[in-house]
């Protein structure tokens, strides 16, 4: 089974305080003082994918769009398994840009590396647009299954998908090619790699292939397009209320607000 | 603008989905006109108040995004909408966006505003993991919007039913790539989107014994409980019970929040509540610049104390 998973490495976002906010020349933020990552629901498809390949025979390829900051993980991810790691360099503002990403991962696809499974997160942190799975799946003509929380083999050419909808869980074997959106699944953290298999991953190059304008290819149509940012701030009164013990400090909560919001039982 | 509302009745949050969308097309300067309502449902409840004067049902075995975006696009010719909306769950999410593809114009999921300028729309929707709000600018009709919920108030009485166009029977089996399917309902989320009282727990809960004991307190307190990502990705939680943007968004009168820092994906998920209490170890924690009123100290401590004076009524 080829199965191919998309990730992006994103700023830390946590790390930032209120201050660091700050909107830049052409809507940009500066978030290079903070450590990066790999975006939390691509991580989780990471690790969902390497549990399939534990149990089947899978060749996984991971597939990203970035600058030369990525190389660290991709090493990493070389070094779990993943083989050939794919990256795509980034020119342009690509944050809100999920069409033209969406064309990109299917034209890499086209271009002779056949899969029959493609998993990603289901949005980024950084430009939450949320679509880049589903429109891969449009412009393949697969089916998507979103808020997918794991998957395992179940035959050939065929998944038992497990996945989160808005009535509860719904458990599916759906034959193959198929696109998923990873959402929430708990413990699936990114396993940590031996050190003798990342020396080893050192031996093997990243893939990079052809800068890609983005937004800015010619005769390419840039929709929605942002105008304006803006930081959102949730600030309330903030009342920091004070006592010697967790006894007075309940009392003092109480007695200051809480009480009169407590509907009667 | 003719438009349309998508509401998904085959979901556990039909009701949260009819107040939202019943709070956008009411909103001043609201840009649609000769609205319709498609209900998709599964004929087991009754079928609820719909946003628009008129409504088309639609009656399908099950929730299947394949089918349900060929129903859409078949009638789509027929309505002629300029813009469709539908609700911020992952359905809407999902439909809205491969919608907008399929008929060619665009799509936006978790808009929180939007306003018609000449022929584009102007939408503003929370982006950074709810750090920021971005306006875009959409150009290509039709306009598929999945709208982030704003805590609306509980709908009014029901008024007149809708003018029913069209009542279809779309039941029909699996698509071929389905072998075989089985869903697992789990009411525990919807209560949890509609509460009154919640009671959310942070990473300051330290492990799953003392998170489980803040789950029995929310419980002896009339709360329901909640958590933020971190919690529930340690599973010391169920993830229905994860509160935050990609989670439950409720809008309880009474929140208190134990242990949470104060992330912005998690404040997205609280910020309807209308009063906040919020106890932290750390008093640089964001949490404790964002609520009413705070607790600098152990949280399963002062927690214990809060719920004996609630349980007591003191």
Redesign the interface.
């Known amino acids: 089974m080829n199965v191919l998973v998309c990730c992006k490495i994103v700023p830390d976002l946590d790390r930032l305080s209120e201050s660091d906010w700050l909107v830049q020349d052409h809507g940009q933020i500066d978030t290079g003082f903070v450590r990066t990552m790999v975006n939390p629901y691509d991580e989780t498809a990471l690790e969902l994918t390497l549990r399939l390949a534990d149990a089947a025979p899978a060749r996984m390829t991971t597939l990203t769009l970035g600058d030369g900051q990525a190389e660290p993980f991709l090493k990493t991810l070389r070094a779990l398994g993943f083989d050939p790691t794919v990256r795509i360099e980034a020119r342009g503002d690509w944050r809100f840009c999920p069409d033209r990403l969406a064309a990109l991962i299917a034209a890499y696809i086209a271009a002779g590396h056949p899969q029959d499974l493609v998993v990603m997160g289901r949005q980024s942190a950084d430009g939450d647009n949320g679509k880049t799975p589903l429109l891969l799946a449009e412009l393949l003509g697969w089916p998507c299954i979103t808020g997918c929380l794991g998957f395992e083999a179940a035959g050939a050419g065929r998944l038992k998908v497990t996945s989160r909808v808005d009535a509860g869980l719904q458990v599916q074997v759906a034959r193959l090619p198929l696109v998923l959106a990873v959402g929430n699944a708990a413990g699936s953290a990114l396993r940590v790699p031996t050190l003798k298999s990342r020396m080893l991953a050192n031996r093997q190059r990243t893939e990079v292939l052809e800068p890609d304008p983005g937004p800015d290819r010619p005769g390419f149509r840039q929709d929605p397009v942002l105008e304006e940012l803006t930081p959102i701030r949730r600030r309330r009164a903030g009342r920091i209320v004070t006592g010697a013990d967790p006894c007075a400090l309940a009392r003092a909560l109480y007695e200051d607000g809480l009480k009169q919001h407590l509907e009667p039982r | 603008m003719k438009y349309v509302v998508v509401m998904?009745g085959?979901?556990?949050?039909l009701a949260t989905q009819a107040r939202d969308l019943d709070d956008v097309v009411r909103r001043p300067g609201f840009p649609g006109q000769d609205g319709t309502t498609i209900l998709l449902h599964a004929g087991e409840a009754p079928l609820p108040r719909v946003p628009t004067p008129s409504a088309v049902l639609v009656r399908v075995a099950r929730?299947q995004?394949?089918q349900v975006l060929d129903i859409l696009e078949e009638l789509a010719p027929r309505l002629e909408a300029g813009l469709y909306l539908f609700g911020d769950?992952?359905?809407g999410?999902?439909l809205a966006?491969?919608l907008g593809?399929?008929l060619g114009g665009?799509?936006?999921?978790?808009v929180r505003a939007f306003e018609l300028d000449g022929e584009s729309l102007?939408?503003r929707?929370?982006?950074?993991?709810?750090?920021?709000?971005?306006?875009?600018?959409?150009?290509?009709g039709p306009f598929c919007l999945a709208i982030a919920s704003r805590g609306a108030a509980p709908l009014p009485a029901p008024g007149p039913g809708p003018v029913v166009l069209m009542d279809l029977d779309r039941r029909q089996a699996p698509?071929?790539?389905?072998?075989?399917?089985?869903?697992?309902?789990?009411?525990a989320?919807a209560g949890l989107k509609e509460a009154?009282?919640v009671l959310a727990a942070g990473m300051g809960a330290q492990d799953r014994v003392r998170t489980a004991r803040m789950a029995e307190i929310a419980q002896e307190i009339?709360a329901e409980f909640g958590a933020s990502?971190p919690v529930?990705?340690?599973?010391w939680a169920p993830?229905d019970r994860?509160v935050g943007?990609?989670?439950a968004i409720p809008r309880p009168?009474?929140c208190?929040v134990a242990g949470a820092?104060g992330?912005?994906a998690f404040?997205a998920g609280i910020?309807h509540s209308?009063?906040?209490?919020a106890?932290n170890k750390d008093?640089q924690a964001?949490i404790?610049?964002?609520?009413?009123?705070?607790?600098?100290?152990?949280c399963l401590?002062?927690?214990?104390?809060?719920a004996?004076?609630?349980r007591e009524g003191?």
């Open positions: 998904n085959c979901a556990g949050d929730y995004p394949e769950d992952l359905a999410r999902e966006v491969r593809h399929r665009t799509s936006l999921a978790g102007r939408c929707k929370a982006v950074y993991s709810g750090h920021m709000e971005a306006t875009f600018r959409l150009g290509r698509p071929a790539w389905v072998e075989s399917c089985e869903c697992i309902a789990d009411p989320e009154s009282f009339g990502r529930v990705m340690n599973a993830m994860l943007v990609s989670g009168g009474l208190i820092s992330s912005a404040m910020e209308r009063f906040i209490v106890i008093e964001p404790l610049g964002c609520c009413d009123v705070g607790a600098v100290g152990d401590e002062i927690l214990e104390e809060l004996r004076l609630i003191a």
